[in-house]
């Protein structure tokens, strides 16, 4: 977790959902960073199993990527410190869907039509068991780590006017549990 508390490694993780592989000079001028913090902060990731160095690829400009499609973290932690920390990145990460998702309604009037009309969002409502729940989250998570994956990975299967669209999930009580 402590890993993932630095601004910079965040913005590399999400810099590495979207593209699929980077190495530190490309990440470097995505982010307005300098190539050796860069390198520097896709090494501690790679320490802690985030990213890994693409197969074959060595020297200064090695790619990386992420070492699993997509991240799903337990929400229950035993030791309070743990929570209180993991609430506080976990709140973080909202913070930055949430502030590309406004970013989005701000400027959406600035794409094409058909940008427009295909860009979603999705509400319901079920009455479901903490299993079921699972069961959901877990298919949802294995949908959404597939959806075109190998398109991120390979950019020559990127076809034109492809962009990189975020896909995101929640399921959460909406009452409190009875007694």
């Given at each position: 977790?402590?890993?993932?508390?630095?601004?910079?490694?965040?913005?590399?993780?999400?810099?590495?959902?979207?593209?699929?592989?980077i190495n530190a000079t490309q990440a470097a001028a995505e982010l307005?960073?300098?190539?050796?913090?860069?390198?520097?902060?896709?090494?501690?990731?790679?320490?802690?199993?985030?990213?890994?160095?693409?197969?074959?690829?060595?020297?200064?400009?090695?790619?990386?990527?992420?070492?699993?499609?997509?991240?799903?973290?337990?929400?229950?932690?035993?030791?309070?410190?743990?929570?209180?920390?993991?609430?506080?990145?976990?709140?973080?990460?909202?913070?930055?869907?949430?502030?590309?998702?406004?970013?989005?309604?701000?400027?959406?009037?600035?794409?094409?039509?058909?940008?427009?009309?295909?860009?979603?969002?999705?509400?319901?409502?079920?009455?479901?068991?903490?299993?079921?729940?699972?069961?959901?989250?877990?298919?949802?998570?294995?949908?959404?780590?597939?959806?075109?994956?190998?398109?991120?990975?390979?950019?020559?299967?990127?076809?034109?006017?492809?962009?990189?669209?975020?896909?995101?999930?929640?399921?959460?009580?909406?009452?409190?549990?009875?007694?």
């Amino acid at each position: 977790m402590r890993a993932l508390t630095h601004p910079l490694r965040l913005a590399l993780i999400e810099l590495l959902w979207r593209e699929g592989t980077i190495n530190a000079t490309q990440a470097a001028a995505e982010l307005c960073e300098s190539q050796a913090s860069c390198s520097f902060h896709l090494r501690q990731l790679a320490k802690f199993g985030f990213v890994q160095e693409v197969d074959g690829a060595r020297g200064r400009a090695r790619p990386w990527r992420l070492s699993r499609r997509g991240m799903r973290v337990a929400n229950v932690q035993d030791d309070p410190r743990t929570a209180i920390a993991w609430a506080g990145l976990e709140r973080l990460m909202n913070d930055r869907q949430l502030d590309r998702y406004r970013a989005w309604l701000e400027g959406r009037s600035g794409y094409p039509r058909e940008w427009r009309e295909a860009a979603y969002h999705s509400h319901s409502i079920a009455w479901l068991t903490p299993e079921e729940l699972h069961t959901v989250a877990d298919q949802i998570s294995e949908l959404l780590a597939g959806v075109f994956a190998e398109r991120r990975d390979d950019r020559a299967l990127r076809p034109p006017g492809a962009l990189p669209v975020e896909l995101w999930s929640i399921g959460y009580p909406t009452a409190p549990a009875a007694e």
